[in-house]
Each structure stands twice: as C-alpha cells, then as structure tokens.
Nanobody, 125 residues
Framework: QVQLVESGGGLVQAGGSLTLSCAASGRTFSNFAMGWFRQAPGKEREFVAVINWDGGYTNYADSVKGRFTISRDNAKNTMYLQMNSLKPEDTAVYYC??????????????????WGQGTQVTVSS
C-alpha cells in the first residue's frame, strides 16, 4: 500500500501559479503510474493529468493542457503539478492517486487508488 499526502494548495488570483506536491511512502513509488484529479463542489471527481512510472510519458485533460505540467522525482518519492495561468474554474480540491491496474494513461477514477486527503486550490477572479 502506498500512502500519499498532497500539499501546496492555496488561494491565488486568476493568472497566477501554484505548484502542488504529492509525497509518497510505503510501497515502491517508482513502480506505479500516478495521476492528479480534482473535485469542485457539487461535481464529480475529474481527471487532470497522469504520468508514467519514470516520468517519460504524460497526458493531460484538455482543460489544463498547455497550462499545467505533471512531473515526478522518484528519488524523492514525490510527484508534482505545476499550475500556471490559473482560472477561477480551476478551483477545486486536488487529489493525487496511484494507478492501481489500468492502462498507464488511464483517466478513469476507478483505475486509481491510495488517494491522498486532497489540497484545496482556490482561484479568485
């Protein structure tokens, strides 16, 4: 079992930037593809970005492509989400998770497990 802890959320003005971190402990972090998801109030959890086990491949939701960058440092057991040009519609709780058996680039919530507790990102207009 991998335990995940997100950090780095906060309040930022539209157009600003934030970097989220996801620190992992437990089973070998580098064995797994990882993903970022988000959930806004009253909405379902949605895919944001995914990264394969060594960071060589990434995939993004269309809504964040070109603005967000997912990365990982396996030596530090940490994954990151650099978020630029933030918009009010990016406001949500952001979660990291481990791909628990689906294709490495799965965007399906059910293919992920070991969810962190989430970190709140609020973008003001």
């Amino acid at each position: 079992q991998v335990q995940l802890v997100e950090s780095g959320g906060g309040l930022v003005q539209a157009g600003g930037s934030l970097t989220l971190s996801c620190a992992a402990s437990g089973r070998t972090f580098s064995n797994f593809a990882m993903g970022w998801f988000r959930q806004a109030p009253g909405k379902e959890r949605e895919f944001v970005a995914v990264i394969n086990w060594d960071g060589g491949y990434t995939n993004y939701a269309d809504s964040v492509k070109g603005r967000f960058t997912i990365s990982r440092d396996n030596a530090k057991n940490t994954m990151y989400l650099q978020m630029n040009s933030l918009k009010p519609e990016d406001t949500a709780v952001y979660y990291c998770a481990v791909n628990s058996g689906g294709p490495w680039d799965s965007k399906v919530v059910a293919d992920f497990g070991s969810w962190g507790q989430g970190t709140q990102v609020t973008v003001s207009s």
